[in-house]
């Protein structure tokens, strides 16, 4: 399992990171989400998570996101972030493309270019994105850009911090859900152990309203992430979306100081659909946000090389059925985390034209998620 790229940049002059700061809120009235927020500052206290993890159950079972609030991690260390990112998407081509992700072999480590067409629009997806292995040695040899070398005691700190603070005791509250030891759903995503977990920077560059209603014509579908956990810091721009219970879209609003989380589908496989990988997508901004480019920054948590995709043994889904015999047979072949979010990421990244997807499905040994538009 080889990362895609082994040299760093031999250049040492800095590279100066501008101050990036949040634009103004949208002034439209937007038909937001109802998302319960989540406050772990409450963790430690007295019945603190048995609290939480009653406040989380409606939003891990049944709509797949909610906000996390009184996480610790002070919106400076959020905002230079942002501003790395900021920087690193005003580098040249050439240096961004120094590092691609090897989509060949499933592995999202490094950039990702908008370059692929969006059926036969004649309109290029608008999304770069640059991805970050958590800091580990498994991942040592992953080439670095130019910024991110510079930077990378700051990346790796703040990598490691959000996994403590909020990732962790996500999963914590989530196995007290599922009556499980507390410490087991964390430790199948051990942020030491081997994973494709990231941190990546994101943008949605900016494009006119006929290309944007040109792309939306061909589709308004959605997508599920392909992991476990995904954290997204508020950035204020509009256009995240979620398909509600009920089948209605509706968009996600940004909280200050606060991190959108959603679960994705390995943690739906783990627990044989009782946690919900819901769909969501990004639409075009509203109209006094049309001309800005939507900057991201996001952690995703995936299940690693010792992470096995069956069935949990959690007792709840034991007593609502979700845990058949064939799940408690140990001598049943499996497969790992690694191993399906690979597969995953090939097949919907390694192509040159977005196709349309609704209706179909993705297969590997035995994990079948539905496609809904890539």
């Not at 944007?212 to 810091?233: C, I, N």
């Not at 508020?234 to 989380?261: D, F, M, N």
């Not at 047979?329 to 977005?354: C, L, Q």
Request: charged residues 30%; contains cysteine; aromatic residues 10%.
């Amino acid at each position: 399992m080889a990362p895609s790229a082994i040299e760093t940049s031999p250049e040492a002059t800095p590279i100066p990171i501008k101050a990036w700061a949040r634009p103004d809120p949208t002034a439209v009235d937007l038909d937001w989400a109802p998302l319960v927020q989540i406050d772990l500052s409450r963790f430690d206290e007295p019945g603190g998570k048995e609290e939480l993890a009653r406040q989380l159950y409606d939003a891990v079972t049944r709509v797949g996101f909610w906000v996390v609030v009184g996480h610790g991690i002070e919106d400076e260390r959020v905002l230079q972030q942002f501003s790395i990112g900021n920087a690193f998407f005003k580098e040249p081509l050439e240096e961004k493309r120094r590092f691609p992700c090897n989509f060949a072999e499933g592995e999202y480590f490094g950039y990702r270019e908008n370059s692929r067409w969006i059926g036969e629009t004649g309109v290029k997806e608008n999304i770069e994105m640059l991805n970050i292995p958590k800091a580990i040695p498994a991942w040592d040899n992953v080439g670095r850009h130019r910024i991110v070398q510079q930077n990378y005691d700051e990346i790796a700190s703040f990598h490691r911090e959000l996994f403590d603070k909020v990732a962790r005791k996500l999963f914590v509250l989530m196995s007290i859900i599922l009556e499980l030891p507390e410490d087991f759903l964390a430790k199948a995503h051990g942020y030491d152990e081997i994973s494709d977990d990231h941190l990546r920077y994101m943008i949605y560059n900016r494009r006119s309203k006929e290309d944007w209603d040109r792309v939306e014509a061909y589709s308004k579908g959605g997508h599920t992430d392909f992991g476990s956990l995904t954290l997204l810091f508020s950035q204020h721009v509009a256009g995240l979306q979620i398909r509600t219970p009920e089948g209605e879209w509706k968009y996600v609003k940004p909280v200050t100081g606060g991190i959108t989380c959603n679960v994705a589908d390995t943690l739906t496989f783990l627990t044989n659909g009782f946690l919900k990988s819901t769909v969501h997508r990004v639409v075009q901004p509203p109209a006094d946000q049309l001309d800005l480019n939507r900057l991201g920054l996001l952690y995703f948590v995936r299940p690693g090389d010792n992470t096995v995709m069956k069935t949990v043994p959690s007792p709840l889904l034991d007593r609502l059925g979700l845990l058949t015999e064939d799940d408690k047979n140990d001598d049943k072949p499996t497969v790992s985390g690694t191993e399906y979010v690979r597969a995953r990421v090939k097949d919907v990244h390694y192509k040159a034209v977005i196709d349309k997807r609704e209706g179909t499905s993705f297969e590997f040994k035995g994990l079948k998620v539905q496609n809904h538009y890539a």
